[in-house]
């Protein structure tokens, strides 16, 4: 897939009438799995990084690498955290990764591990997930509304310690979040105010990266924010890697 670069410079509008110093947040999904390749749907399942998940987690710790990143957060399943625990190596990061289950994926309940065709071959009556999530979660599945929720407040203690980094200057610098393809999509429909009907109009590969700009410590975060970059990878995905979670 093409890189996609939205905005080349950082902000620095806000920074300059606030006098308030611009977060930069990479957003990164993170590397493959097997089950993303044979589209298995995961869900809170723990499953590991492929050999190719590793390949494109190096390259973007390689890209990152070329900032200064001060702190990494992560969701706490093995994709993301390995992902992140890379990065972190690539980065020489003397911190340890921040991780949270707040930031897992939606859990996808009784259709974790299988794909599209047997849902819906073993699940008829209870497809309405895929043209509205909000309302119908998957059998035994999260709502959609818990999963907001918690992305948002894990967005905000997020933001929280950034603000607090303005006491000390010495100790700003950019952060990292590593998570999944639907929590980045809820956390960008979000702050951006993009419906989430259309959240899978935001495409998200993996091992790719994308970066926002806001004010932490902002009255109101949401009106500060800047989408800078979108889905910038270095390896084309697989053709049936696309659309998995």
Request: hydrophobic share 40%; with cysteine; charged share 20%.
């Amino acid at each position: 897939m093409p890189e996609l670069s939205i905005a080349g410079e950082r902000s620095t509008e806000n920074e300059e009438s606030s006098q308030q110093h611009v977060q930069r947040l990479w957003l990164v999904r993170h590397g493959a799995t097997a089950w993303n390749l044979e589209r298995r749907f995961m869900g809170h399942s723990d499953v590991p990084l492929s050999p190719l998940g590793h390949t494109q987690a190096r390259w973007v710790g390689r890209r990152l690498r070329l900032e200064h990143i001060t702190a990494i957060y992560s969701s706490d399943l093995q994709r993301a955290h390995e992902t992140a625990t890379i990065i972190a190596q690539q980065c020489s990061l003397q911190q340890s990764v921040i991780v949270s289950s707040a930031w897992r994926e939606i859990s996808f309940g009784d259709w974790e591990g299988l794909t599209y065709a047997q849902i819906a071959d073993q699940y008829k009556h209870h497809l309405d997930f895929f043209s509205d999530p909000i309302n119908h979660p998957p059998p035994g599945g999260e709502p959609f509304s818990h999963f907001l929720q918690r992305v948002w407040t894990a967005f905000t203690q997020l933001a929280r310690d950034a603000a607090n980094v303005e006491v000390d200057p010495t100790k700003r610098g950019d952060i990292v979040l590593v998570s999944h393809a639907g929590a980045i999509r809820a956390l960008l429909c979000s702050l951006l105010g993009i419906p989430l009907e259309r959240q899978r109009q935001l495409c998200l590969d993996h091992g790719s990266l994308s970066a926002i700009d806001f004010l932490p410590a902002a009255e109101d975060i949401t009106a500060t924010v800047s989408l800078a970059l979108l889905n910038v990878q270095s390896l084309a995905p697989p053709k049936n890697q696309k659309g998995s979670n």
